[in-house]
């Protein structure tokens, strides 16, 4: 158990279908971030929250829109999703964003699959 | 990204040692981490290493150069538990963390 939690586990969607990602955090931390594993390449960042202020946005394609409505919560909005966006979709959490050595927390990830 | 490199895959056998190494650019270093992530799991924090040498946690190990852009987990008296993959990333300002693809390693009886 890391402390964050990430639902659902698994989710399976069309083309055209809108959906949503959940991410909790019961660390107290104040940065959370949202990262893309595909196989065989390595852990991708795509957004960055502090404070639940977006402080990144790695060049993501807008049909991926985060949402953090507090420093506990975090949301990533789907919708027209394309088959190669299948991947592992990963939470994590740190206490604070621009220090050195500062550990993530991360959950157990979301395997999407987009048919 | 900052061009990390660590093998694909290992296999060692139970009660061994296993080294697996990483190699990253060196412009910009800020520290080193090691995460392990077990099938279908979180990846979890191992180790970070910002000076030169070696930092030991019990029967883990990690190790950094600097100079050589080189970092290395040492695992010892391995246990099937251990299989996983191994997630080696590199700090740079600003905190950009920029992972490897990560080694998986099969421990065998």
């Known amino acids: 158990e890391t402390g964050v939690t990430q639902t659902p586990r698994h989710l399976v969607m069309g083309m055209t279908n809108k959906k949503s990602l959940k991410c909790e955090q019961h660390l107290g931390h104040n940065a959370m971030y949202w990262y893309k594993q595909s196989a065989k390449k390595p852990l991708e960042l795509m957004f960055v929250y502090n404070f639940k202020e977006q402080t990144e946005n790695n060049s993501v394609p807008s049909r991926f829109s985060p949402e953090c409505p507090n420093s506990s919560h975090l949301f990533l909005h789907l919708h027209t999703l394309q088959p190669e966006d299948s991947a592992l979709y990963l939470c994590?959490?740190?206490?604070?964003?621009?220090?050195?050595?500062?550990?993530?927390?991360f959950g157990s990830g979301t395997q999407l699959s987009v048919l | 990204g900052q061009n990390i490199d660590q093998p694909t895959e290992m296999t060692a056998t139970e009660g061994a040692i296993v080294q697996i190494n990483c190699t990253y650019q060196?412009?910009?270093?800020?520290?080193l981490f090691w995460y392990q992530q077990h099938a279908g799991e979180a990846p979890t924090f191992l180790s970070y290493?910002?000076?030169?040498g070696l930092e030991e946690k019990g029967r883990f190990s990690s190790f950094l150069s600097r100079s050589k852009g080189y970092s290395y987990l040492l695992l010892k008296e391995l246990q099937m538990k251990d299989s996983a993959s191994y997630l080696c990333?590199?700090?740079?300002?600003?905190?950009?963390?920029?992972f490897g693809t990560g080694t998986r390693l099969t421990v065998i009886p």
């Open positions: 060196t412009s910009g270093f800020n520290g």
């Open positions: 290493n910002v000076l030169d």
């Open positions: 994590a959490s740190s206490q604070d964003w621009r220090t050195d050595g500062e550990k993530l927390f």
């Open positions: 990333a590199e700090q740079t300002g600003a905190n950009n963390l920029f």
